[in-house]
């Protein structure tokens, strides 16, 4: 059954990417269709295609959809392999691209996903229930320094090496609040009282289960591929390793390559970034640390 999820920073998505009724539009994470099904009753006689890893999100997403619209197809695949899936299906640009960095509603509601750090389940986080790789594995058999990598590089987890340490010493863990029982005793009570720390180790977990970093990083680079003149290209990003990596690779491509005065240079990508409303804060505590980041490939 599918459980409400509110789509972050919606009517932003929906008003910066500009949709024609012909044109053809690309959802990276579709989740369980909350925008997807608001830019499909947008483009009557246009395409969407929506990507997803999650084969429940597919599943229930598609029954949605297709009260809305047949002008829709559903692929079960890791985003990193869109343009491909594209030219497969004969797509070779695109008039828009949404990408929503964050996790789901009900994955995080669902305890037995393994994603919740205040629910009883087994260590999972996989967004892609097909693949072998989860976070039970990684908790019980990665190494100290691969721990404390991930640590360092996937969030700000404080302390990461005193961390690592006590997750190697009481292996094997089994459970999520076993999990965070040992992460909250590995620290000192000051920080413990500032803010759950497990908040910040499982998302260092649940990046490196799901390989986002990387896959963000080939988005980012096929999304500029297949962008049409006048396309929009929509990131919303949750913390701020994902939203460096999107500002770098934005920032990259939109600063002047001649190195002469903005006179001597014409555009070719423009972006703007855009922060969630205070109503909508107010409604979907969830959004308090969206930002959203549009980068438009000039005509």
């Known amino acids: 059954m599918m459980e409400k999820h509110i789509p972050v920073m919606l009517n932003e998505c929906l008003e910066q990417l500009e949709l024609k009724v012909d044109g053809t539009y690309v959802d ?28 429940q999100a597919i599943k229930e ?25 594209l030219e497969k299906n004969g797509i070779n640009s695109v008039d828009g691209i949404l990408l929503d960095l964050g996790v789901s509603s009900p994955q995080l509601d669902d305890a037995q996903r393994g994603f919740s750090y205040s629910k009883e389940a087994r260590l999972d986080m996989r967004m892609d229930q097909t693949q072998e790789l989860d976070a039970h594995y990684i ?46 005793n590995s620290l000192p009570a000051k920080i413990v009282r500032q803010k759950n720390p497990a908040k910040a180790v499982f998302q260092a977990i649940r990046i490196a289960v799901n390989n986002e970093l990387d896959s963000l990083r080939d988005v980012l680079k096929q999304g500029l591929a297949v962008l049409k003149p006048g396309g929009k290209f929509a990131i919303i990003s949750f913390h701020s390793i994902e939203d460096r990596i999107v500002k770098r690779a934005f920032g990259e491509i939109t600063k ?15 972006v703007k970034t855009i922060k969630p409303k205070k109503q909508e804060i107010e409604i979907n505590r969830r959004s308090r640390s969206a930002k959203l980041r549009v980068l438009t490939k000039e005509r």
């Open 61 to 85: 997403s598609g029954l949605r959809l297709s009260q809305i619209s047949n002008n829709f197809k559903l692929i079960h695949s890791d985003n990193r392999f869109f343009k491909d899936e």
């Open 256 to 270: 002047d390559p001649t190195g002469k005065l903005p006179v001597m240079f014409e555009k070719t990508f423009t």
């Open 139 to 184: 908790i019980n058999n990665w190494t100290e320094e691969e721990l404390v990598k991930i640590f360092y590089e996937n969030a700000d987890v404080k302390l990461p090496k005193r961390v690592a340490k006590a997750v190697i010493e009481n292996r094997p863990i089994e459970t999520t609040l076993d999990f965070v029982e040992i992460i909250r």
């Open 28 to 55: 990276l994470t579709l989740g369980r269709g909350g925008h997807s099904s608001e830019i499909l009753r947008r483009i009557p006689k246009g395409k969407l295609v929506a990507f997803d890893k999650d084969t």
